[in-house]
């Protein structure tokens, strides 16, 4: 299938199939005009780029993952990327750590605000 046939059939815009394929990610045979042309594996595979990128991968450690799905019986190839996917999964845990700290000091913040914004209303309505 040509590049806007895959394109619509995993929903990912050409631009960044090209962008997948530049990086390695993705391979291609070329027709004598230059045109991209994919197998049917390329879809799942495709899905699963997107789904390592929204894991918050960088298109440099999903290429070191990806040999795992195509070589799942090489063993160095399976250590190299479940290696790899431990360290993504422990920088992600510290990711979500720190953003819990941000949004429990973003909560004293608010509680703060809001006892001040009571105290003004209170003080304004004894005014009147």
């Known amino acids: 299938m040509r590049i806007g046939e895959l394109s619509k059939r995993t929903g990912v815009s050409p631009r960044s199939l090209r962008y997948y394929e530049d990086q ?11 045109q ?4 049917d594996a390329e879809v799942e595979r495709v899905s699963l780029i997107r789904q ?3 894991a918050g991968m960088s298109s440099r450690v999903i290429a070191t993952v990806l040999p795992c799905v195509e070589t799942p019986s090489a063993p160095g190839v399976v250590e190299l990327a479940f290696a790899t996917m431990t360290r993504e999964r422990d920088r992600i ?4 750590a720190h953003l819990v700290e941000t949004r ?3 909560d004293v913040l ?6 001040h914004r009571a105290d003004l209303a209170a003080a304004s309505e004894s005014s009147i």
């Open 24 to 34: 390695g990610l993705l391979t291609s045979a070329r027709s004598g005009a230059g």
């Open 36 to 39: 991209r042309h994919y197998s």
């Open 52 to 54: 390592l990128f929204d």
């Open 93 to 96: 845990d510290a990711d979500i």
């Open 104 to 106: 429990n000091a973003l």
């Open 110 to 115: 608010i509680n703060c605000n809001s006892q």
